[in-house]
């Protein structure tokens, strides 16, 4: 078995492999330090949780991870909070960086005589309708290698070699640009909240995401096309005490900001997650915006269906499971897509939904106006658009129902947690 990419979908189906007896090789175009750096998601399900507690890799997050069940919206007109470990199914996340997810699930299948090639990028995969699928690869020297296999994960993420090799026509791919661009922090300083914290602010969405005592990401809506350095540090947390209403609430604990990246949000799905025998999971079969915390929960579930179904069809010679496994990953990953465009719509203002060019600065008003400065578009010019007013008071009213609707809370409760 050969698996591309050493994130969290290659590296839990690399070790549920291994487990099986299943010899595998995970070819990694980072080195190992990056991999185990490279801090992105945060939050793991219940559900994420409970299928790493099965196959044993759940020690270091039990250890050093932080239940976490509440979220706090806050709006110009107040804020509420919701429970929702005591709401819908009552379920709550574990808040551990995936970088140390990462790191476990490494040091668990290196210790069990897993091989990693790291720096070892994968160029391209052939054959994959074949018996033998080969992997093309270039080592860390620049030299050329393959590797061959019964089969390939491409664990590899949306930009991986994986995707790259389906010939045209093999899988439909549905795409969605969301309009929205958020500035990614991770700030030095310890989280300022017990809670997530999403503002829904008329300059722009803010968030606030604990990582661990000592980290916090932030998320600040731009307009698409701000370069991640334009905004100084003090600016970016004026804006965020700005939107989260520092005033009314108090300020946030500020801190070195340690990283920044800009977020497009986007989504794909490619259907099916099959070619041959090269199989898709994680980011490589279905890209999903960060606006629910989906991605590496479902990349974890679909590594644990993948390792099922490939034990079964190599040990069993049983290839039930395969021809199943993409139609079983999508009816997830559809849900997932669902609620995260849901929460999208929940927390941007319509008005500032452009796909297209933005000013090149992003936001420019000065901190304390009241207009809708954020993203740039037509609207900036012309005020509103009709459209956007009237799908402003739909969010609006979405808003309400989710602060006093005990119903509408515990759906959204079991949706935040669940896949
Ligand atoms: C800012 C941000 C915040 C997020 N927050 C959350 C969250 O709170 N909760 C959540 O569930 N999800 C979150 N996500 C999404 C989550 O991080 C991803 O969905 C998850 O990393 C997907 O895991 P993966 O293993 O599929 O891909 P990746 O983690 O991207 O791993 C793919 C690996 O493949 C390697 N690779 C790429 N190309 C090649 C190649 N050609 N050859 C060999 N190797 C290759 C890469 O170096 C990488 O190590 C967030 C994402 C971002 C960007």
Redesign the pocket.
């Known amino acids: 078995m050969i698996v591309?990419?050493?994130?969290?979908?290659?590296?839990v189906l690399a070790n549920l492999l291994l487990d099986q007896g299943i010899d595998c090789v995970v070819?990694?175009?980072?080195d190992r330090a990056?991999?185990e750096t490279?801090?992105?998601?945060?939050?793991?399900?219940a559900h994420?949780v409970r299928i790493l507690e099965r196959h044993g890799l759940a020690d270091g997050l039990r250890l050093r991870g932080k239940v976490h069940s509440t979220c706090e919206f806050r709006t110009e007109e107040g804020r509420f909070r919701l429970d929702y470990g005591a709401l819908g199914s009552g379920e709550t996340h574990v808040v551990y960086p995936?970088q140390d997810l990462?790191s476990d699930l490494l040091a668990r299948f290196v210790g069990a005589g897993g091989q990693v090639r790291f720096s070892?990028?994968?160029?391209e995969v052939r054959d994959a309708d074949g018996d033998r699928p080969t992997v093309h690869?270039r080592e860390s020297d620049g030299r050329p290698a393959r590797w061959q296999g019964r089969y390939v994960a491409g664990?590899?993420?949306?930009?991986?070699?994986a995707r790259r090799s389906l010939p045209p026509g093999a899988v439909r791919r549905r795409h969605i640009d969301h309009g929205i661009s958020?500035l990614?922090l991770l700030a030095e300083a310890p989280p300022s909240l017990d809670a997530v914290g999403y503002a829904v602010h008329a300059r722009g969405f803010a968030g606030h995401?604990a990582r661990t005592d000592t980290i916090t990401?932030y998320y600040l809506q731009v307009a698409r096309g701000t370069p991640a350095d334009s905004w100084s540090e003090e600016r970016i947390w004026d804006e965020l005490d700005l939107r989260t209403g520092a005033k009314e609430y108090g300020p946030l604990t500020r801190g070195r900001i340690v990283e920044r990246?800009i977020?497009d949000l986007e989504s794909d799905v490619l259907d099916p997650l099959r070619h041959g025998r090269l199989l898709l999971?994680?980011?490589?079969?279905a890209?999903?915006s960060?606006s629910a915390?989906?991605?590496?929960?479902?990349?974890v579930l679909e590594a644990e269906l993948l390792a099922g179904a490939l034990g079964d069809a190599l040990q069993r010679n049983d290839g039930a499971g395969l021809d199943a496994y993409s139609a079983k990953c999508l009816a997830h990953v559809w849900r997932a897509q669902e609620f995260s465009r849901w929460m999208i719509e929940l927390l941007h203002d319509p008005s500032g939904w452009h796909g297209g060019p933005a000013g090149p600065t992003g936001p420019t008003g000065p901190i304390g106006s009241t207009g809708p400065i954020g993203p740039t578009g037509p609207e900036d010019v012309d005020g509103p658009s009709e459209e956007s007013l009237f799908l402003d008071s739909l969010r609006r009213s979405r808003l309400a129902s989710l602060a006093t609707s005990r119903r509408q809370q515990d759906w959204f409760a079991t949706r935040y947690v669940g896949l």
């Open positions: 591309l990419g050493a994130g969290p979908a290659g590296l070819l990694e175009r980072a990056h991999v490279r801090a992105r998601a945060g939050f793991l399900a994420t995936q990462v070892a990028e994968a160029t690869v664990c590899d993420g949306r930009h991986g070699a958020w990614g995401m990401r990246a977020v999971a994680g980011d490589a079969a890209l999903i960060p915390a989906k991605g590496a929960n479902l990349a």
